[in-house]
């Protein structure tokens, strides 16, 4: 079994409460980042050893993220475990960098505080990244990833129905647990995909605002609309209450 070791969570007297406080606590987390860090833009890009420096600083305990330089022009958040593969031990954040400066733009906002969100929500959830790391761990990852990314994860055009009968589809492939697992851990994922989507269209508009006399154009945020995070959300709370009740029937 993967553990979460100490240092890849908060402390848990930290981040007690309902999932909405500590969701609160993540988002509270990720604006004093974005103030610190907007505070160290003095001019149109910022080095990567100071942006680390700045994301270690607004951790309020452990110091277990790494900003690594990404070779494409997205972002991602990965966990880092240790050599036997048992414990969860920090991340990787990997964000873009101007190909000319090797440095961080303002500009690209979105994707760091995107990112940033990700890593404040794992650290004030240690839940969801447990049950991330048991769908690895299980080998249901392999079973259900490319339904996750090709239809929950994708701007494709679904209706709810056409969504609804693919997943019933994949669900029927599924042991009665491995359905509960997948369905609650897609629904704690999408959630975070959502709340990180919000906190990087927000402050990708308001750094360019606050530093505006440092750019030439704007850059607008994704519209994320057609990904419709909300409603595949509540699908995938209508199946999972329908397979508790079915397990509890019993």
Known sequence: MIKIEKIARYPLEYVKGTSKERRDLACALNNKFFKNISKNFKSKDISFDRFQKTLDETSPFSQNVKVIENSDNGGALTIKVNDNNTGITGYNMLIPANKLSGEIP???????????????????????????????????????????????????????????????????????????????????????????????????????????????????PMDYSDFNFENKIKLLEEKLANEIKKCRNL
């Open 106 to 220: 303002l500009t690209t906002a979105e994707i760091f505080m995107h990112e940033s969100a990700h890593y404040f929500s794992f650290m004030t959830n240690p839940k969801t990244v447990a049950r991330i790391a048991k769908v690895y761990e299980t080998k249901l990852f392999l079973k259900t990833q490319d339904f996750y990314d090709d239809i929950l994860y994708s701007n494709t055009p679904l209706t709810k129905s056409e969504i609804s009968q693919k997943l019933d589809e994949l669900l029927n492939r599924l042991m009665p647990k491995e359905r509960i697992d997948f369905l609650q851990n897609s629904r704690y994922r999408l959630k975070d995909e959502l709340t990180a989507y919000k906190e990087g269209a927000k402050y990708q508009n308001l750094i360019q605002e606050i530093h505006s006399d440092k750019i030439c154009d704007k850059v607008e």
